[in-house]
Each structure stands twice: as structure tokens, then as C-alpha cells.
């Protein structure tokens, strides 16, 4: 069963309800990136919702968009919930008449092609 998560306006009311973890991010940018642990990565203890950020060069501004993102997947996630159930729907007899009519005229086109003889070339 999906429960819904409550979502604290304050930050540090999020952060309180986070693991957080600190690392090394990848890729270019030479010495800076080598010897700081900028990168962020949070979890969300009560939904186990996971979030990522080694955008900036700042670990202060990589948590502040981690916040952010988490926040938006919270969110999408309680949205998700209020969603109406999708029902599922047939199509109905005169449509696929329809579909298979249009597809024997195709078919009929197709075969009305003439073949190029070896002479008319």
C-alpha cells in the first residue's frame, strides 16, 4: 500500500528526515574535482526516495538542489496517489471494421502495382 508523505516547509525540517553522504564527483574539472567532496546524495528514510546532485563546484549549493529535486519528488509521488485509477477501454466494433476495411483497401492499391517488365526500361 502507497502512503503519502508529509512534506516540511523548512529545509532543515527535510534534511532532519535524510541520510546524507558526501563524495567525490566524477568527471572533468581537474584538481578541484579530485580533492573536494562536493557531491551530495540524499535519501529519504520514510519513502527511500534517493536524489542526487554534483552539478556545482559548492557542496552547500549541491544540497540546496538536492532539497529541491527531493522535494519535487515528493510531491509527484502524493500527486500520484490522488491520480484517478485508469479504466481500461476497448475499442469498439465499428472501429476495427473500420481499421480492417481501410487496411484491405490498402492492400488492394498494393496489389493494382504493375510489375516493370525487363523490356520497358
Same mark, same amino acid.
Given at each position: 500500500?502507497?502512503?503519502?508523505?508529509?512534506?516540511?516547509?523548512?529545509?532543515?525540517?527535510?534534511?532532519?528526515?535524510?541520510?546524507?553522504?558526501?563524495?567525490?564527483?566524477?568527471?572533468?574539472?581537474?584538481?578541484g574535482v579530485n580533492?573536494?567532496?562536493?557531491?551530495?546524495?540524499? !535519501?529519504?528514510?520514510?519513502?527511500?526516495?534517493?536524489? @542526487?546532485?554534483?552539478?556545482?563546484?559548492?557542496?552547500?549549493?549541491?544540497?540546496?538542489?538536492?532539497?529541491?529535486?527531493?522535494?519535487?519528488?515528493?510531491?509527484?509521488?502524493?500527486?500520484?496517489?490522488?491520480?484517478?485509477?485508469?479504466?481500461?477501454?476497448r475499442k469498439s466494433?465499428?472501429?476495427?471494421?473500420?481499421? @480492417?476495411?481501410?487496411? !484491405?483497401?490498402?492492400? !488492394? @492499391?498494393?496489389?493494382?502495382?504493375?510489375?516493370?517488365?525487363?523490356?520497358?526500361?
Open positions: 500500500m502507497e502512503t503519502r508523505y508529509d512534506i516540511p516547509a523548512d529545509d532543515h525540517a527535510l534534511l532532519a528526515e535524510c541520510d546524507v553522504w558526501v563524495f567525490r564527483a566524477t568527471g572533468p574539472g581537474g584538481q580533492t573536494t567532496d562536493s557531491a551530495v546524495r540524499l !535519501r529519504h528514510r520514510p519513502s527511500g526516495i534517493t536524489v @542526487v546532485c554534483r552539478r556545482e563546484r559548492s557542496q552547500l549549493q549541491n544540497k540546496r538542489a538536492c532539497l529541491e529535486r527531493l522535494r519535487g519528488k515528493l510531491e509527484a509521488h502524493n500527486a500520484a496517489l490522488d491520480a484517478p485509477e485508469r479504466v481500461p477501454t466494433r465499428s472501429v476495427k471494421a473500420r481499421q @480492417v476495411e481501410a487496411k !484491405r483497401k490498402r492492400a !488492394r @492499391v498494393k496489389r493494382t502495382r504493375g510489375r516493370v517488365d525487363a523490356g520497358e526500361e
